[in-house]
């Protein structure tokens, strides 16, 4: 049996929580070998981020095209671009992809029109938040209603798949899906109250990436990301003096 690859193109947190670390470390909890290619180093921990160093975009193409040519993955994910240069360059690298890439829009509101433009064609899902999906299409997304609305309308934008998380809803926490077929799928699960939820987004999409690289269609790679997602929030470690990392060992 061939080992399942999957990649990441994302920022460095060097906390471990987030970014490329997550990312490393949920693929690999999935039986994924995962590779990276660095989009960003930052000066952070679990109390926030006080800088942010962009590579340069060649720099950033060039890790691609190089792991790629050497050892394709089967899945792809981004996560924070930094700048529109590094976003133009993942959005024209991505259009000789032949596997999945999911897009995690971190940080897109300073480059949303390039980011819609250029990369969302490209996104078989794209996962905002609700910050995210609100700041993409101009709807006040605040409930489920709504979240479909934006889900929709970001389908029409150009991503095949879109999944818009309601970490940040009341209640319980409420992932709406709109697939290319039109299908819309709630993920619910129950809310853990806790401060340490640092990297949710990075390794729910890492984690997502990571099934569909093992082969599993999207549904079900959702399903069992939402379910590790949740164990991992549940058992977080308590690391830290402010938003902590998740558990990474956590059950799938």
């Given at each position: ?28 909890r ?9 989009t ?14 962009v ?33 133009e ?15 995690d ?26 910050d ?15 979240m ?68 599993q ?13 949740t ?5 977080n ?8 990392p ?7």
């Amino acid at each position: 049996m061939s080992t399942p690859v999957a990649l990441s193109i994302a920022g460095s947190d060097p906390s471990g929580g987030a970014g490329l670390q997550a990312d490393l470390k949920t693929f690999h909890r999935f039986g994924v070998y995962g590779e990276a290619v660095v989009t960003l180093v930052t000066v952070q921990n679990t109390q926030g981020v006080c800088r942010v160093e962009v590579m340069a975009p060649d720099l950033v193409a060039e890790q691609i095209h190089a792991v790629i040519r050497d050892i394709p993955p089967k899945a792809a994910k981004t996560g924070a671009l930094g700048n529109l240069a590094v976003t133009e360059a993942v959005a024209e690298a991505a259009a000789s992809f032949d596997f999945p890439l999911v897009v995690d829009p971190v940080m897109a509101g300073s480059s949303g029109g390039v980011f819609t433009e250029k990369l969302l064609p490209h996104a078989f899902l794209l996962t905002p938040n609700l910050d995210e999906a609100s700041s993409l299409t101009g709807i006040a997304v605040r409930d489920t209603a709504s979240m479909s609305e934006a889900a929709e309308k970001l389908r029409e934008m150009g991503a095949a798949n879109v999944l818009v998380k309601g970490g940040h809803l009341e209640g319980d926490a409420i992932d709406v899906l709109v697939t290319s077929t039109g299908r819309r799928i709630q993920f619910r699960a129950t809310r853990i109250d806790t401060r340490h939820t640092h990297g949710t987004g990075c390794t729910y999409s890492a984690a997502i990436t990571a099934g569909l690289a093992k082969g599993q269609d999207l549904i079900q790679a959702i399903r069992t990301a939402k379910a590790f997602i949740t164990s991992a929030i549940r058992t977080n470690p308590g690391l830290g003096a402010g938003s902590g990392p998740l558990n990474h060992f956590a059950g799938k």
